[in-house]
């Protein structure tokens, strides 16, 4: 428990929102300090204080790459999860849009991807936002084949994805892609039937979380990227399945072969690390990450280092062409040190966070019999509660008075007191909805605390 005020005096404040965000753990902390004021360097220097730098940078993309089975160039830092879902959404539906328009060919081979080139041979030229109005960038992308200039392409997003997958979405929407929103049955979890209904020749791309922020169903991944890949031999056609992965890396396993996805995003703040670091893994094998180095220029042209992901920051053409931007290097290091103590504490966490959730709702239906839960969580760390006598936003003021930080869903939106999409999505009334909160467990949480917790919401409710 820690000190916080209230009008009138001092209390202990319990925390009970860590799916919204995590507390940097003091060895992340440790790892980051040097890098604020000691290597100070811009890691596109050339000279040693930048040598020091990058080479920081490159140390926790190679961290990153081997926990998640990748190679170190399939990394691409942002500036968060929110600004890596964009880039996944935002990035391939522009690659497809240039392809389209005729600007451009489908250049990987069909003989590996399925994927086929334009006879024309011709190159994708997007501007760059330089002074030099003349500089551009040359990309070579793939897209699903059989795609002309009479049809638009199709994002398909499930029902529960976060506002920054489900707002990006809505924002291509309106400039002419198609948007198909994949329902969810009453646990949470994707309608698999559906989905490959769903599939058609113009799909470029599919996002589907792993564990969702809100009420913590994890999703089949796997059997997911096995339709999709069978709907590829069948049709010649190769959508892109991305998932977003922020809440999924310190418990569960996030092995991109095994998953057999294309693109994942995850994020520092949910692990113990920084806020302000994320990162985007980009599948290259068969879909065509072209092998320059970062910042490679031909011809006065920066190259992106993907045939199928436009960059939505352009520039200096840093994280080898597909988000420019100096580094945020002491972010970049905690994120790096945060991932490698989740994967290497995985299993203990979840076992311990697991233990406190069961802890918790055991007490809770002793002082509170009629509560209930939405969905069907895995995820050890998140449980979605509906209070039938509350009213989600006063319940969350009286909690607060009370000194226990809980949240009604993302923390993105939470303060609009918005009802959630998630439970209404799986198929909730409004009524239920409008009286539900959402409880999240992390490792500093006590059985003590959690007591404590339980005193307090007896006087609440």
């Avoid at 040097?34 to 204080?49: A, I, K, T």
Wanted: hydrophobic share 40%; proline share 5%.
């Amino acid at each position: 428990m820690k000190k916080t005020r209230k009008a009138g005096g001092i209390y202990n404040g319990i925390y009970l929102d860590y799916a919204a965000s995590t507390p940097v753990a003091p060895e992340v902390k440790r790892a980051m300090q040097p890098y604020f004021s000691e290597f100070f360097g811009n890691p596109g220097s050339l000279h040693s204080f930048g040598q020091e730098a990058i080479a920081a940078v490159d140390a926790a993309r190679e961290t990153i790459a081997k926990a998640i089975r990748a190679e170190f160039r399939e990394v691409i830092f942002t500036s968060g999860a929110t600004e890596a879902n964009n880039l996944a959404l935002r990035g391939v539906v522009s690659a497809v849009w240039h392809i389209l328009r005729g600007n451009g060919r489908l250049s990987a081979p069909a003989a590996e991807s399925g994927l086929s080139s334009r006879p024309d041979g011709s190159d994708i030229r997007v501007g760059d936002q330089s002074r030099r109005g003349s500089e551009m960038f040359r990309v070579k992308h793939a897209a699903p084949r059989n795609l002309n200039n009479n049809v638009k392409p199709k994002l398909i997003v499930s029902a529960i994805e976060h506002e920054s997958i489900l707002n990006t979405a809505y924002a291509l929407e309106a400039e002419g892609v198609e948007v198909a929103v994949l329902p969810v049955d009453k646990k949470g979890i994707v309608d698999l039937k559906k989905l490959e209904g769903m599939l058609d020749e113009r799909t470029a791309l599919l996002s589907v979380m792993y564990v969702n922020n809100e009420i913590g169903s994890v999703q089949p991944l796997a059997a997911i990227a096995k339709l999709i890949s069978d709907f590829r031999k069948e049709s010649g056609t190769s959508p892109l399945f991305h998932t977003d992965a922020a809440q999924a890396f310190e418990y569960f396993e996030c092995d991109i072969k095994k998953l057999g996805i294309d693109l994942m995003t995850l994020s520092s703040q949910k692990m113990y690390g920084p806020k302000g670091a994320g990162a985007l893994y980009i599948r290259n094998k068969e879909l065509g990450i072209m092998n320059y180095e970062s910042g490679k220029r031909r011809d006065g042209a920066i190259t992106p280092n993907s045939r199928f992901v436009v960059p939505e920051i352009t520039g200096g053409g840093q994280e080898f062409g597909l988000r420019s931007g100096t580094e945020n290097v002491p972010a970049i290091v905690g994120f790096g040190k945060a991932l490698a103590r989740a994967e290497k504490k995985r299993k203990e966490h979840a076992k311990y966070v697991g233990a406190l959730k069961d802890y918790f709702l055991k007490g809770l239906r002793k002082i509170y019999p009629k509560v209930r839960e939405n969905g069907i969580s895995r995820a050890p760390h998140i449980v979605n509660l509906y209070f039938p006598t509350e009213f989600t936003g006063d319940f969350l003021v009286k909690m607060d008075m009370a000194g226990i930080a809980v949240s009604s869903g993302s923390a993105c939106s939470a303060r609009s007191f918005t009802p959630s999409h998630v439970l209404h999505a799986i198929g909730l009334p409004s009524e239920r909805v409008r009286g539900s909160v959402r409880f999240s467990f992390g490792v500093p949480t006590t059985t003590r605390e959690i007591d404590e917790a339980l005193r307090r919401m007896r006087n609440v409710l």
